[in-house]
């Protein structure tokens, strides 16, 4: 009997291996496809390749500013993804590496927990086998999903995983169904790499979220607009059919698009339908339900990533991993705690947000204040030709603690951690405002969005 069975090898399993193997625990692994799981394969990694090729495409024009001038250049989004392909193959590899020196049995097929304790693998020829451990790990992480009559065939109508792992060719002209995080993501590459992009969006906003406020979906919108990226607001898709080579579309609005493909980018749900046979508890959308401790109604049995009802986010997957491995095999268990979780946003601008909104900040009953300040001005950001974006700080009134943090513009997924650690911390403004940062830098623009706090007001 193994210590511990994962069943799931994105950034969840990732972390519970690496986890585990550090206790010396002995465990296998159950994974249907790829090592990494969707994030390495056909999400996180994949979309932040294809954004850096396309953030470099978009400052090609700028470079006779720095005395470089390119007689010529042209665009290979199939070199592009072939590279993508060797970076995710390494990555894959060494993983793959790691395990087998480690001795750690990996079983290709598909889990299903049969017994509170037995794990049943179904192997692609159809054959079974059951293997049995201590404690269970559920990490199979989430799937796409499809919205009205639009339904994935893989050559008309694609998904992001189809786009991200298999996609050797941009189509002339995309249609791209939801405005989200991955549809703004992929119609930024998309266009900077030569297709004509349009975005349909069934809210009045880009990003419309919560969590995003509406300055930046602005922001966006305005970047979009003078890259030449379409999009329409308040609009859905009221049918489509394959003419010829060509999807011809009608939209809500009265429209119609001829396009080459649509990209259904709409999110995605739990990859829950067949985990168990047992009876483990889940909610109506297919979560599993599970305590303070990730613990599910087993008390052996535990869940992380996408298939619990936390942000969908690798870097929570991992958290969660960590936790729950804790609380199986350690003495003082610990619950898990969502109140800081940075999150980034690879578009046209990168975008990131740790810690509370103004809006949130007044949900709770807090006052806040807030001290803004654009990267127009900050050396660094203008050395680069990057002095788009601005970075806004919250405070708590009374006590000058800083509460949240957004940043748009460069470097924004980097810079946000800097303020992930001030909000734990509990530094004031006047703590941020006082330390010493390196000239030029583009975190000194922290120290520029306390000025309005800590000394007053530049009139």
Not at 209 to 219: E, F, G, K, N, T
Not at 228 to 251: A, P, R, W
Not at 426 to 446: G, N, R, V
Request: glycine share 8%; net charge neutral; aromatic share 8%.
């Amino acid at each position: 009997m193994y210590d511990l069975i994962i069943i799931g090898m994105g950034p969840g399993g990732y972390e519970a291996t690496l986890t585990a193997l550090r206790k010396k625990l002995n465990i296998a692994i159950v994974e249907k496809s790829k090592i990494g799981g969707n994030c390495l394969n056909r999400a996180c990694i994949p979309t932040k390749y294809y954004r850096a090729g396309a953030h470099q495409i978009e400052k090609l024009p700028l470079l006779n500013k720095y005395g470089i001038n390119l007689s010529s250049n042209s665009i290979d989004f199939l070199q592009a993804k072939k590279g993508k392909d060797e970076a995710i193959g390494f990555l894959r590899k060494s993983l793959s590496q790691l395990l087998k020196a480690k001795k750690v049995p990996v079983y290709k097929g598909t889990g299903k927990i049969v017994g509170q304790n037995q794990v049943q693998i179904t192997y692609e020829d159809g054959k079974t086998e059951t293997i049995e451990g201590k404690y269970i790990l559920v990490a199979t992480g989430s799937i796409p999903v499809s919205i009205g009559g639009i339904v994935p065939d893989g050559k008309y109508v694609i998904t992001t995983e189809d786009y991200l792992e298999n996609m050797e060719q941009l189509p002339e002209n995309l249609l791209i169904v939801g405005g989200g995080v991955a549809g703004c993501e992929l119609a930024y590459i998309s266009a900077q790499y030569g297709s004509k992009v349009t975005v349909v969006e069934i809210k009045d906003r880009l990003l419309s979220s919560d969590i995003i406020s509406p300055d930046i979906s602005r922001l966006l919108q305005r970047k979009f607009k003078k890259l030449g990226i379409e999009f329409k607001l308040e609009t859905s898709v009221k049918d489509y059919k394959v003419s010829g080579d060509k999807i011809v579309v009608n939209l809500s609005d009265g429209s119609q698009l001829k396009v080459d493909k649509i990209l259904l980018s709409v999110g995605r749900k739990p990859n829950t339908s067949d985990i168990d046979n047992i009876g483990i508890e889940k909610d109506e959308r297919g979560f599993i339900k599970t305590n303070s401790y990730l613990q599910t109604n087993f008390e052996n049995i535990y869940a992380c990533g996408d298939v619990v009802n936390s942000p969908m986010l690798a870097h929570v997957a991992s958290y969660e991993a960590r936790v729950a491995l804790k609380n199986m095999f350690d003495e003082k268990k610990i619950e898990v705690d969502y109140s800081l979780v940075p999150w980034s946003i690879f578009t046209a601008y990168e975008i990131a947000h740790v810690g509370l909104s103004e809006q949130q900040a007044k949900e709770k009953g807090i006052e806040a204040i807030s001290g803004y300040y654009p990267f127009t001005y900050n050396e660094k950001a203008v050395d680069e030709l990057e002095s788009d974006g601005f970075v806004r700080l919250v405070f708590d009134k009374k006590t000058k603690h800083v509460i949240g943090a957004t940043i748009v513009g460069i470097e924004a997924s980097e810079l946000i951690h800097v303020m992930a650690y001030a909000i734990r911390n509990e530094m004031t403004a006047e703590e941020i405002h006082d330390f010493i940062y390196f000239h030029p830098s583009l975190s000194e623009i922290f120290l520029y969005a306390t000025y309005d706090i800590v000394i007053g007001k530049l009139f």
